[in-house]
Nanobody, 127 residues
Framework: QVQLVESGGRLVQAGGSLRLSCAASGRTFSNYNMGWFRQAPGKEREFVAAIGWSGGSRYYADSVKGRFTISRDNAKNTVYLQMKSLKPEDTAVYYC????????????????????WGQGTQVTVSS
């Protein structure tokens, strides 16, 4: 499996921007579809965004559409989540995930689609 390490989380004011990074190692990164999930205190982990192995396919949760952008750099084995217009309700631990399964718009929303997970990075948005 691929190993994943997230970074970039911090405290930011509402309306601000932040970019999360997820560095992958151990396997050929370009073989994997990548996703971002988040878990707020007291809530279940939820899908945020996903990107296909080539970057050609992308999918977003309705709650972040238009504010967040997922991208990847296969030469750097890294996937990014650019977040703007942040809201207090975006406060959560953000997790990076990887899957070698074929891309399916319905499947990528599920945690079970992804076999590898990072440890998470905390994003806190103050009002």
């Amino acid at each position: 499996q691929v190993q994943l390490v997230e970074s970039g989380g911090r405290l930011v004011q509402a309306g601000g921007s932040l970019r999360l990074s997820c560095a992958a190692s151990g396997r050929t990164f370009s073989n994997y579809n990548m996703g971002w999930f988040r878990q707020a205190p007291g809530k279940e982990r939820e899908f945020v965004a996903a990107i296909g192995w080539s970057g050609g396919s992308r999918y977003y949760a309705d709650s972040v559409k238009g504010r967040f952008t997922i991208s990847r750099d296969n030469a750097k084995n890294t996937v990014y989540l650019q977040m703007k217009s942040l809201k207090p309700e975006d406060t959560a631990v953000y997790y990076c995930a990887a899957s070698s399964r074929p891309w399916l718009d319905t499947a990528i929303l599920a945690e079970t689609y992804f076999a590898s997970w990072g440890q998470g990075t905390q994003v806190t948005v103050s009002s």
